[in-house]
């Protein structure tokens, strides 16, 4: 995590302090905060930090201090580019975009305003592959087959995350939580008239900081 994400923190949790000391009372926020996604295979690559939506789902949102279960859900959208090495050398041959739909819970602990929580997700992902047009011409010289398209299918995806929340009134909420997800999408490729198929490895850590505001 940057030294400039840090001091973010440090600062949403100082301007927590300084409010009421009232308990969130919702069931259900929602908000959005800056987010930053590290993968765990070399050719895979994002532009840090992007935007990342935020929910918050309690059971029972007077929940007293202790521990407890609750559900988690998350359903995020991105898209990452893909440069593996082609003939010696890296070649951007385009950008993955998956969505995962992922539901599932955890415990956690509260302490006043203060709340730490664990949370095992899984479910569908939902993939598209767009080939970089500027790579066939590079791509034909390195192989000596022309690229013809790129193909992904729905995977499952999993998520164990880690988040702390500080209730700053009734209605707004302050977060920060790193996580991570597992994805393995089956791809095939078609290049000079012959089909492969394979596994990407897309797995990534991610963290990520904001702001919920509860509605119910």
Same mark, same amino acid.
């Given at each position: *995590?940057?030294?400039?994400?840090?001091?973010?923190?440090?600062? *949403?949790?100082?301007?927590?302090?300084?409010?009421?000391?009232?308990?969130?009372?919702?069931?259900?926020?929602?908000?959005?905060?800056?987010?930053?996604?590290?993968?765990?295979?070399?050719?895979?690559?994002?532009?840090?930090?992007?935007?990342?939506? *935020?929910?918050?789902?309690?059971?029972?949102?007077?929940?007293?201090n202790?521990?407890? *279960?609750?559900?988690?859900?998350?359903?995020?959208?991105?898209?990452?580019?893909?440069?593996?090495?082609?003939?010696?050398?890296?070649?951007?041959?385009?950008?993955?975009?998956?969505?995962?739909?992922?539901?599932?819970?955890?415990?956690?602990?509260?302490?006043?305003?203060?709340?730490l929580?664990?949370?095992?997700?899984?479910?569908?992902?939902?993939?598209?592959?767009?080939?970089?047009?500027?790579?066939?011409?590079?791509?034909?010289?390195?192989?000596?087959?022309?690229?013809?398209?790129?193909?992904s299918?729905?995977?499952?995806a999993?998520?164990?995350?880690?988040?702390?929340?500080?209730?700053?009134?009734?209605?707004?909420?302050?977060?920060?939580?790193?996580?991570?997800?597992?994805?393995?999408?089956?791809?095939?490729?078609?290049?000079?008239?012959?089909?492969?198929?394979?596994?990407?490895?897309?797995?990534?850590?991610?963290?990520?900081?904001?702001l919920?505001?509860?509605?119910?």
């Open positions: *995590m940057t030294k400039r994400t840090i001091l973010l923190v440090v600062a *949403m949790l100082l301007f927590a302090s300084a409010t009421a000391t009232a308990q969130t009372g919702r069931r259900i926020s929602v908000g959005a905060g800056p987010s930053w996604r590290w993968y765990t295979d070399n050719a895979f690559s994002r532009k840090n930090p992007g935007i990342s939506l *935020m929910y918050r789902f309690s059971w029972k949102p007077h929940t007293h202790g521990w407890h *279960m609750e559900p988690g859900v998350t359903f995020t959208w991105g898209h990452a580019d893909f440069g593996p090495e082609v003939g010696g050398s890296d070649l951007k041959l385009g950008s993955l975009r998956s969505i995962p739909v992922l539901v599932g819970g955890g415990p956690a602990y509260r302490h006043d305003r203060w709340k929580g664990i949370s095992l997700e899984g479910g569908p992902s939902f993939h598209t592959f767009t080939v970089d047009n500027a790579a066939r011409a590079p791509y034909e010289d390195r192989t000596g087959n022309s690229l013809e398209s790129i193909s299918k729905t995977s499952f999993g998520r164990l995350g880690v988040g702390l929340w500080r209730d700053l009134s009734t209605r707004l909420g302050a977060r920060t939580g790193i996580s991570y997800v597992y994805e393995r999408p089956d791809i095939s490729t078609t290049a000079g008239g012959v089909t492969t198929s394979e596994k990407w490895k897309e797995d990534y850590v991610s963290a990520s900081v904001g919920v505001v509860g509605f119910f």
